[in-house]
């Protein structure tokens, strides 16, 4: 009944952009417009600054996240759709899972576009350990949007959500962001030292796990008024 | 109204507890002499055997540090009390204004 | 206001008129000197910085599972007390570490967990404030996100080395050093208890305001 529920909502979301195609592609726009501001910024005389690769990979996921939450949530609010969805007689955490593979994969999408082009532009060897990219990269978006899937829901309701989810969202997620950060940082050195990508990792999923349990528990009680 | 009077008097030993380490700063960083100071306890040595640059530039830094934390407290302390006036104002208006109506 | 209100407000400004008397007559410590006394507000004010978030932290829990309006209001006062404590943490730790570190700031472990910490807490005022109605209950699911988020932080921070001086000096610090500090924590933890129920106050006034507005419309 559960993974019924989850995918539903799921085929939902993705029926409803693949349609559209809106978000996935301002999010990827931004994104990619995200990077340049700060190649322009940064690459100085042709040469990209040393571990500004991963630092500005992070940041491009972080802002297009922030962007894609905020818009799908929007979407589900014009439509007074997310009140709909509630009403439903399913369960509340599997509505929230539904949302959370649906804001992962979209920033999965924005990511394969991603990487290749901060790799491209700061000449970082982003492909030389695809696996343990894939994995730092992985356990980082599910941290992202456990936490961002909860608090855009939540300020769905809210006057000020545009501004406040950005506000609410990157205190929360700073340890996301350093583990991931660091542990791109790792990936990017000549000689790979494999027991600190692996500490960074295993902080990640860790992160992971107590959010999304977290915000399954809380996802009933704050939105139900 | 109490209320009001405690807070007045918090503020006026604040104010007074910040005169009071005014002196002793003065004392301490005017003189290079401190020998007036109890002997400290195992590694902890005596000013007075220090080289005199190190005592000197931390007074601004403490006085500072000080008068921030005196400030910041009256300051919260000064807008709470703001807002509770205010809010015991409209109270009071409202309950008036509900009695005159004949309405409880 | 409480029967103990008034007793407690007197003790606590004799012990903020004392306390500079005792701090100004602790011996000096050898390495730091005389910016070494910024360490008697510094410390009790983190202490009580934590103790907010703390309290912050359960009664929101408390008010998100049970609905208790009163945890509701005690959790935006231990918020803003947060803040207002956080922000004194905040300043006097760099003053007091540009002469003993010789930097104004550090991304060490404790900095910025504190700043982090703190952030999430004007987060949460910023939402009481801007998020219109229905925003106590989001405020109290970022207070325990955040109260959640601390050991990350900590841990993902703790990577890089650390030069705070570590928490067990305190208990093995000399008599003269010992009695300020901890006279001084006593008086700043009493601060908190009577902010913190004057802001409670606040907060019940409002909402007998409210009813009463009701009440008048209806």
Known sequence: MFTRIVWLVLRKDLMVEIRSLEIAYTTIFFAVSCVLVFAFALVQEGRAPT???????????????????????????????????????????????GKLLGIIGLMAVTEIVLVPLVSLFFQAPFFTRPLWLAAVLLSGTIGFAAVGTLFAAMLVRARTRDVLLPVLLYPITVPVIIAGVRATAALLQPDLDAGIIQFWVALLVCFDVVFVTLALWTFEPVMTD | MTTRLLMATVLFCAIGAAGTIWPSIDRYTATTVLAQQPAPVDEFVPIDQLPPQDQLPAAPLLVTAYAFVVLMLFAYVVSLAKRLGGVQRDLERLQSELKHTGRS | MPKWFVP??????????????????????????????????????????????????IASARFLFKG??????????????????????????????????????????????????????????????????????????????????????????????TIHPTTSVVPTLPTSFGLPLWFSAIAFLLLFVLLLRMRVRLEEQRATLDTLYLSADA
């Open chain 3, 8 to 57: 407690l407000a007197v003790v606590c400004a004799v012990m903020f008129a004392v306390s500079p008397v005792l701090i100004a007559n602790a011996p000096y410590e050898s390495t730091m000197g005389l910016v070494q006394k910024i360490f008697y507000v510094h410390l009790p004010s983190a202490w009580v910085f934590l103790l907010g978030a703390i309290v912050c932290g």
């Open chain 1, 51 to 97: 571990d500004g690769a991963a630092g500005i990979l992070w940041i491009a996921i972080a802002f297009s996240g922030t962007l894609a939450l905020g818009r799908t949530f929007e979407r589900e609010r014009q439509a007074e759709t997310l009140k709909a969805l509630l009403l439903a007689p399913a369960a509340r955490p599997a509505i929230y899972v």
């Open chain 3, 68 to 161: 208790d309006p009163r945890q509701d209001r005690l959790a935006w006062a231990a918020a803003e007390l947060v803040v207002v404590f956080g922000i004194i943490t905040l300043v006097t730790g760099p003053l007091w570490a540009r002469k003993a570190w010789g930097v104004w700031w550090q991304w060490d472990v404790r900095l910025t967990s504190s700043l982090m910490g703190w952030m999430v807490s004007v987060a949460y005022l910023l939402l009481r404030q801007f998020g219109g109605p229905g925003s106590e209950k989001l405020a109290a699911g970022l207070a325990l996100f955040g109260m959640a988020n601390v050991p990350f932080i900590y841990i993902s921070v703790n990577y890089w080395r």
